[in-house]
């Protein structure tokens, strides 16, 4: 049995290894999630906006066993459990079971599986799976980002004007006023066309296929960001906070952007508002 804060020496283990793990996790959480959209499933609330069902807690279920099955030592940060750590391994798996909920609970078909991977803190891999359309995004650093095993690329894209910009709303919109009305609206009038999917992933995912031009959010949480944020910009994609800082998963603020679009997109969110 393994004490807590033990520093474990993991050898690196193969990229390709670690990748297969999370790809068939995530593939196996997704069959789940259609299974309980089918038969049903239960809602508890968080808060009157922010649901949880039976199919979250059973999928990162599902993830966690499958990929501590092969990596006994590995760390975890997952959604709905927090942080599972039994030893200081420097791999640290971060998982969001179902991004999407509120979509799943309404039967509406855009949600995923996420798991990316850290080695020392640094982002290295990612798997997002999409059960809906069987879509299974994928990146390992520094060799490219893949839909269903083909290469993807972001958008050429290079005004605001034609771009198809998305964007996402945190939980607490009713209780704070940094609740990203105000950044809606500027970009609402300056793009071609403004998209809110509900899967923070997927829209990550969506910019690194060139299917969104630009995607922004205040107040996401680590395991919205990690594997997306590997995808873009292995994608070839631009990745900050919204001073044009390097990406923080930590760090709750996100702009991802096809790189062309990026710095018109950091001027949006700098406007002062009345
Ligand atoms: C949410 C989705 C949504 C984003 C929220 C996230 P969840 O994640 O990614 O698009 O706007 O900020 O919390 O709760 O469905 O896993
Ligand atoms: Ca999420
Ligand atoms: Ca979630």
């Avoid at 992933?201 to 969104?212: E, M």
């Amino acid at each position: 049995m393994l004490q807590s804060g033990v520093p474990i020496h993991d050898e690196p283990i193969s990229h390709d290894k670690l990748l297969q793990a999370a790809v068939s996790a995530s593939q196996e959480a997704g069959a789940l999630l259609l299974q309980y959209a089918r038969a049903g499933f239960r809602i508890e609330y968080k808060n009157p906006i922010n649901l949880v069902t039976d199919a979250d807690r059973a999928a990162e279920q599902c993830v966690i066993e499958r990929i501590r099955a092969h990596f006994p030592t590995h760390r975890f940060l997952a959604e709905e459990r927090g942080r599972v750590e039994k030893a200081m391994s420097p791999y640290l798996w971060i998982i969001d079971p179902l991004d999407g909920t509120t979509n799943f609970a309404h039967g509406y078909p855009a949600y995923c599986v996420s798991i990316g991977l850290e080695y020392e803190g640094r982002c290295v891999l990612g798997a997002i799976f999409d059960p809906t359309r069987n879509e299974l995004f994928t990146a390992i650093e520094h060799r490219g980002a893949q839909l269903n095993g083909r290469p993807i690329h972001v958008s050429t894209t290079m005004t605001l004007d034609s771009s198809l910009l998305v964007t996402g709303f945190a939980y607490d919109i009713r209780e704070t006023p940094r609740n990203n009305l105000d950044h809606f609206s500027n970009f609402a009038l300056k793009a071609q066309g403004l998209r809110r999917t509900g899967s923070a992933a997927l829209d990550l995912c969506y910019a690194a296929a060139g299917r969104f031009d630009g995607f922004w959010e205040v107040r996401l949480n680590p395991w919205d960001m990690a594997a997306g944020s590997v995808i873009v910009r292995e994608a070839g994609g631009q990745l900050t906070d919204f001073s044009g800082n390097d990406l923080s998963i930590y760090g709750q603020e996100l702009v991802a952007s096809n790189g062309r679009i990026h710095e018109a997109m950091l001027a949006v969110l700098n406007e002062e508002t009345p």
